[in-house]
């Protein structure tokens, strides 16, 4: 029997370096961590669904008739669409829940919890038994084609693939994925929303993809994984100057994510604290997505001698900042970065410290979704 009230949950992450590589056939090395989008989903008469955010409000919307909105709802649209379009699914009428402390727009990818999360409760709701395969697939087609955003698959496979105290190193050309430990020992990532806030979908975001595309066609090659350094150096006249420096990013952001796996593999933070402001340089000056109130972030960060290293993390133009420092020095470190970046620009960072967590998952029961602010 079809039970009538389903509990999920699906987490955030952060991603440790790979930045816009994703949809680039390159590698990423996300973790999910213990912030989470919550939801409930329960069948009720009709074909109407209606869902209810405790930070966004309400929407409702005709099961049997779906069409964006250009809202927060796209996302759970997008989902009861995706399951339409790639199962011939039949929905109920449904009231859906949603709670989070998954903070949106700050690159700890909300968006794709609440997708997770949402096809989650329905697999179970409906019995629909889709492999993880499956889920993080749907995940994505839903904002790739309903919402709009043309983002890669990192997002929707860590929230569907994620282990606990483990990074995920995964090629998205071939989808191979390797769980790495973190043996974290004395560090401890934290990440400082710069409290901008960027809506992906706004053409930015999309605008760097084609770009990334362009600049492949220029070179006559299908994927980045077939361009080595020095043939892009060889052909640097064949291309625009913006288009060369896109296509450098992701050559030399692909070596990053192989030398920092082999940092974490051996928990030499260091090393891996020098690969992440590498990859902060090259995307605010090659991929340039990055902001002057992330770049004073990180430039912060550069001068505590506790932190290793940092970037900027998510899609970029505003968002968050991720870093590597020691456990003991975290909340000095946070203090010095909040007061110094109010100075500058009269606005609240919020730093967090973050640990690493498991995949979605189905609640036997609910629990309510903690609301924690920053340190």
């Known amino acids: 029997m079809t039970r009538k009230c389903i509990h999920s949950l699906a987490p955030g992450r952060i991603n440790i370096i790979g930045e816009h590589t994703d949809y680039n056939d390159g590698y990423v090395l996300p973790v999910t961590i213990d912030r989470y989008v919550q939801v409930t989903v329960s069948e009720r008469q009709g074909d109407s669904i209606r869902v209810f955010s405790e930070e ?25 669409w995706v399951l339409k379009e790639e199962k011939a699914v039949l929905l109920p009428g449904m009231e859906i829940r949603i709670s989070s402390t998954v903070p949106q727009g700050s690159g700890l990818s909300s968006s794709a919890a609440l997708e997770v999360a949402v096809l989650v409760a329905l697999d179970e709701l409906l019995k629909l038994e889709l492999s993880d395969q499956e889920k993080y697939t749907f995940a994505r087609r839903a904002e790739n084609d309903f919402v709009g955003v043309k983002c890669g698959v990192m997002d929707q496979f860590a929230a569907v693939m994620g282990k606990e105290k483990h990074a995920i190193f995964l090629d998205t050309q071939s989808m191979h994925h390797e769980y790495v430990p973190l ?144 456990t003991d020095e975290i909340d000095a470190v946070s203090e010095r970065v909040k007061n110094s970046y109010y100075e500058s620009f009269g606005m609240n960072a919020r730093v967090f410290l973050v640990r690493p967590d498991g995949k979605a998952r189905i609640l036997d029961t609910p629990h309510l979704v903690e609301r924690r602010e920053g340190l």
């Open 56 to 80: 966004e409000g309400t929407c409702e919307f005709d099961s049997q008739a779906i069409s964006r909105s250009n809202n927060w709802c796209d996302y759970v649209k997008g989902i009861c």
């Open 183 to 326: 043996d974290l020992g004395d560090y401890a990532f934290m990440v400082i929303d710069s409290g901008v806030r960027h809506s992906l979908s706004s053409g930015e975001y999309n605008r760097r993809r084609e770009e990334a595309n362009f600049a492949l066609r220029g070179l006559g090659k299908t994927s980045y994984r077939d361009l080595t350094i020095s043939e892009l150096l060889t052909a640097k006249k064949k291309l625009k100057p913006e288009h060369y420096r896109r296509a450098m990013h992701i050559i030399t952001e692909n070596e990053r994510v192989l030398d920092s796996v082999r940092s974490l593999k051996s928990s030499n933070f260091e090393n891996l604290g020098r690969f992440l402001l590498q990859s902060h340089e090259s995307l605010a000056y090659d991929y340039e997505v990055s902001c002057d109130e992330v770049d004073s972030i990180v430039s912060l960060l550069r001068e505590e001698s506790s932190v290793t290293g940092c970037r900027m993390m998510g899609g970029g133009f505003g968002g968050s900042v991720i870093a590597v420092c020691e």
